[in-house]
């Protein structure tokens, strides 16, 4: 059996703990590979080489430090479609989606390749008599990211592009499920010529999370993941000193309204509640259209619509979603769909019981469909993070705009009109981080920066963009004079000021 192992000091290290977890394809339900569960230990081998490396990383300029992320990407590119083909073998999504994924992560990469522009400071010059004023960033030492499943690529770029080119040493600890890439993603960092120890692989299960939140030298963690857990990490490392960034879950509604172009409405629909199989933070489960004939006539196009999609393994090309990623997320989306059936919502389309001839074993649902869901369901509340696609019907435009607004999630929200006023009005007052206008899945691109609101998010500063430099450096400011040479021999009690 393959063993998926840490990569610190820049080589595979077979230490430790003895725990393992499986690595399963969830093509074939099968076992593929077993992976090294780490402990304190492990952290503590990789937080000392991050150590020893990170002040000459911080010293290289920053110019030098972009020159590593130009050739990984280089890198990624050449190995583009083996790496997709790992990404789909651990997770299931189709081989397009993966390069998706890798793809997204590079967008923010190619972002951090202008760092040097980036740390710029501010500068003030004549403050006061001979004063001058300015600003630097610094790194915050070392840094580490815990990172979910669902994007074993793109999440962990989101987190080590901004760390590391802004002269921090990153530990990633990534997701049990689909590890194999985010080590692949590391050895290509070290390709590229980054020093043994500013990225470092530590996997493991909560007892790793644990010991990065209480380790002492970690300064700061950026954590993506379910809701719980987001609260969980960073309640505990704040506790312990640390500046966290904790991104949650999603319910992410598609509000149609009636002047709405429903054909594409649907396209879009379909595309992102079924997509990844809908283990995706930013996919559309919660449909709200607005007026009964909207309701109807969305129904029977929605209907047609998944009748036409193809669930297949991860290779075949013209399959539209592949497996969930493990038998346990199978049977807890197949155990949601029961809980709305059972809280009164019409199951309208059921994907359970979906068998893939020759894959028997393997991790599928078909497509679900439910309408005449309420906001009192508990299967309204959570997230599925399964194909699954739920019809709210709402009244007018207030009652569609309060749903996204009032629920626990603010993740993405989207808006299908043709009515500018319409467009503008929710946009301004929807409770959500990320807001589409005929856009079903509103990822912002690099140079912006993602994150959600309420329980999607915990912690001040959004993933990458800018927001993602502020978040990996500490603002230094600098006042200085350069008297003309005679001093004033006079002290100051009272606090200075330039007036
Ligand atoms: P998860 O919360 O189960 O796991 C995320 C990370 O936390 C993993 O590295 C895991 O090892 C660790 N972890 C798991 N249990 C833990 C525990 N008890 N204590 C400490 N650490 C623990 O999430 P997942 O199932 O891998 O990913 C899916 C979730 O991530 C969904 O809720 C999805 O919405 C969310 N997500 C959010 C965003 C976002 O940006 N808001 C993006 C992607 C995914």
Redesign the pocket.
């Known amino acids: 059996m393959r063993i998926i192992d840490h990569l610190i000091a820049g080589g595979f290290a077979g230490a430790e703990s003895g725990r393992t977890g499986d690595v399963f394809d969830p093509n074939t339900g099968q076992v593929q590979a077993t992976l090294r569960l780490g402990d304190k230990a492990a952290l503590d081998a990789a937080v000392a080489t991050a150590k020893a490396a990170q002040p000459g990383w911080a010293a290289i300029n920053p110019q030098r430090r972009a020159r590593v992320l130009f050739r990984f990407k280089e890198l990624l590119e050449q190995n583009m479609q083996a790496l997709a083909e790992l990404l789909s073998a651990e997770h299931g999504k189709v081989i397009d989606d993966s390069k998706g994924d890798l793809l997204r992560g590079l967008e923010v990469v190619e972002f951090c390749c202008s760092i040097p522009h980036m740390l710029k400071g501010e500068y003030s010059q004549g403050a006061g008599p001979g004063i001058d004023v300015y600003s630097m960033r610094q790194p915050l030492g070392i840094g580490a990211g815990?990172?979910?499943?669902?994007?074993p690529a793109m999440?962990p770029m989101w987190m080590f592009a901004p760390a590391i080119a802004t002269g921090n040493a990153f530990i990633l600890?990534?997701?049990?499920?689909d590890p194999s890439v985010p080590n692949r993603l590391c050895e290509l960092m070290l390709e590229a010529g980054l020093p043994d120890g500013i990225l470092q692989v530590v996997h493991?299960?909560?007892e790793?999370?644990?010991a990065i939140l209480d380790h002492p030298d970690i300064a700061a963690v950026s954590?993506?993941?379910?809701?719980?857990?987001?609260h969980?990490?960073y309640k505990r490392g704040v506790a312990a000193g640390k500046r966290v960034q904790a991104?949650?879950?999603?319910k992410n509604h598609g509000i149609i309204m009636p002047d709405a172009d429903l054909d594409a409405a649907v396209s879009d629909l379909v595309g992102a509640a079924y997509g990844s199989a809908g283990?995706?933070?930013?996919a559309l489960p919660v449909v709200v259209p607005v007026g009964e004939e909207t309701a109807e006539r969305l129904r029977e196009k929605l209907v047609a619509a998944i009748g036409t999609l193809r669930v297949g393994v991860s290779t075949d090309r013209d399959a539209q979603y592949g497996p969930v990623?493990t038998a346990a997320?199978k049977a807890k989306v197949e155990q949601w769909i029961q809980t709305g059936v059972d809280e009164g919502a019409e199951l309208v389309v059921d994907g359970r019981g979906f068998s893939l001839q020759g894959h028997e074993q393997g991790f599928f649902i078909g497509p679900s469909l439910f309408d005449r869901v309420t906001p009192d369901m508990r299967a309204y509340q959570e997230?599925i993070?399964g194909p699954v696609l739920q019809i709210v019907r709402a009244r007018d435009f207030e009652e569609a705009l309060a749903l996204p607004s009032q629920h626990q999630y603010g993740?993405g929200v989207a808006l299908y009109t043709r009515n500018g006023h319409a467009a503008r009005e929710f946009t301004q007052r929807v409770q959500v981080g990320m807001v589409g206008i005929n856009v079903p899945i509103p990822v912002p691109v690099a140079y912006h920066s993602?994150?959600?609101w309420k329980r999607?998010?915990f912690g001040d500063h959004n993933?990458y963009g800018m927001e993602g430099i502020r978040f990996w450096t500490k603002t230094k400011l600098v006042t200085q004079r350069w008297p003309d040479g005679g001093a004033s021999g006079d002290s100051a009690f009272i606090i200075p000021t330039m007036g």
């Open positions: 815990i990172t979910p499943f669902n994007f999440i600890k990534p997701s049990e499920r493991g299960d909560k790793m999370v644990d954590f993506v993941g379910s809701s719980d857990i987001a969980y990490v991104m949650g879950g999603a283990e995706r933070c930013m990623v997320h997230e993070f993740n993602f994150g959600g999607s998010s993933q």
